[in-house]
């Protein structure tokens, strides 16, 4: 996998070759601390557990711009005044950036690849002339794409929503791009194809129907699996939750929600959750609960590692750099098996003063290597500490006699009476919240 550095007709980042792994005593920036993609941990190599995807959006799209000012970041991939040959250049930038780093995969949304035309047709034809370069990059680079997906949130036209809007028209057009994006995947062998409902939710309810909307959703839900289906798209298409931003309330608020949701129109299988952890923050959650929750469903499908800021009640995708948080994350993964056909993509990006163009390799460096000791610290607390065993002592009770005919449905009401009148008052069991604590501490 990633064999060879792509360089494409002009080399954009010409002082930094491929990233090696240096190990912790290391003071170059631009090395790998911890991630060592072929150290074996259990079995199955870093790569293989950790399946790292940069994004296309933040790392060539973006430039630093807020809602205060404008672009901070200079890129040399940026200079050509007509859009596809813009678009050109991009492409050829993150080629060299993702083989370089040496990430196996890559995400994009359909405008990050192509601009939008004039009309559908010419949107159309922008993608797939994009399409066709990109899979000559892939098969140069070994590079795959974990996943696509359209933008339904950047134009005007979805300001109302995109497969949620009150006008009927601007839902056909949301359907459109979404056709052309899941062409796109499936040309690209992509494993995975998200869709992120940033305006599929409301700003007021004076003026939304929160019933049709939701129904209007599913459906468009339901039309876009049934076409990826009939074009051969055999990987699994993702939901990513998020609470707020940019409208006040989207109907994806969470991984409960979308379960249930999912369950409730039939959509769970071919369905899965994509979780964020900046959007499980800012849904009062923590990353792991998230991941937790999905685990529990039997329904992750993949991960957009990021952080927010504890301070900040938005969304700032910084670059995850929290061990503590990065092992909880890796105990439910491990806890599941790994992820499969999913992986963490890199939904980060460098602040707005960061403005050399190395930033870029040192924010994915430090993600990378944030998970690659988050995975070795789990691991070792699986193999090692009492911690799952202590856990499932808990509920030792529910393992035979009466507390396992109650698991399976044997018991009734005024039974469960019964047994609380025999059994007398239960013991006191401590949580031993701080011992499970100390325990990820002694390991870290
Ligand atoms: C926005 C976000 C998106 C999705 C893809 O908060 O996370 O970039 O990941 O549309
Ligand atoms: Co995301």
Redesign the pocket.
């Given at each position: 996998m990633t064999a060879t550095i792509f360089v494409g007709e002009r080399e954009y980042f010409p002082a930094i070759s491929a990233i090696p792994y240096e190990g912790r005593e290391s003071d170059n920036p631009l090395a790998f601390k911890f991630y060592d993609r072929n150290k074996m941990v259990g079995g199955k190599s870093m790569q293989e557990h950790l399946r790292f995807s940069a994004?296309y959006?933040?790392t060539f799209c973006a430039k630093g711009s807020d809602p205060f000012g404008v672009d901070t970041q200079v890129f040399p991939w940026d200079s050509a005044s007509d859009s596809m040959a813009a678009a050109r250049d991009r492409m050829d930038a993150a080629f060299e950036f993702f083989t370089k780093l040496g990430v196996p995969y890559y995400?994009f949304?359909d405008r990050d690849m192509a601009p939008e035309g004039r009309s559908v047709a010419e949107s159309e034809k922008n993608l797939s002339v994009l399409v066709s370069l990109a899979a000559e990059r892939q098969q140069a680079t070994g590079m795959k794409l974990l996943w696509g997906?359209a933008?339904l949130?950047g134009h005007p036209r979805y300001m109302n929503g995109g497969a949620t809007n009150p006008d009927f028209t601007v839902v056909t057009h949301a359907a459109a791009q979404v056709k052309a994006a899941l062409d796109a995947t499936v040309a690209l062998g992509g494993e995975n194809y998200?869709f992120?409902g940033?305006r599929e939710g409301y700003g007021s309810l004076l003026n939304t129907n929160t019933q049709r909307e939701t129904e209007h959703l599913a459906r468009f839900l339901e039309m876009s699996r049934d076409y990826g289906r009939s074009i051969g798209f055999t990987g699994t298409f993702l939901i990513?939750p998020?609470p707020m931003?940019p409208t006040k309330h989207q109907y994806d608020f969470d991984a409960q929600t979308v379960i249930g949701f999912l369950r409730h129109y039939g959509l769970a299988g071919d369905f899965k959750v994509?979780v964020?952890a900046?959007?499980a923050t800012l849904a009062g959650h923590s990353f792991a609960h998230e991941l937790q929750m999905c685990t529990d469903a039997g329904l992750l499908g993949s991960v957009?590692a990021n952080r927010g800021d504890p301070q900040n009640g938005w969304?700032t995708?910084q670059f995850p750099t929290d061990l503590y948080d990065a092992v909880q994350a890796m105990l439910v993964i491990l806890e599941d098996g790994g992820l499969k056909g999913g992986g963490f993509?890199f939904?980060a990006k460098v602040r707005r003063e960061s403005t050399d163009l190395e930033d870029i390799f040192i924010g994915h460096i430090g993600g990378m290597d944030t998970f690659a000791r988050g995975l070795e610290v789990a691991y070792r607390l699986r193999e090692q500490s009492s911690l799952g065993e202590r856990k499932q002592q808990r509920y030792s009770s529910f393992d035979s006699g009466e507390g396992a005919r109650f698991e399976q449905g044997h018991l009734d009401l005024a039974a469960m009476r019964d047994l609380a009148e025999r059994g007398g008052e239960p013991l006191n069991r401590s949580g031993k919240q701080e011992w499970y604590e100390n325990v990820i501490n002694q390991y870290l």
């Open positions: 994004c959006w933040h995400c949304h997906t933008n949130f998200v992120w940033g990513e998020k931003e994509n964020e900046n959007h957009d969304d995708d993509n939904d």
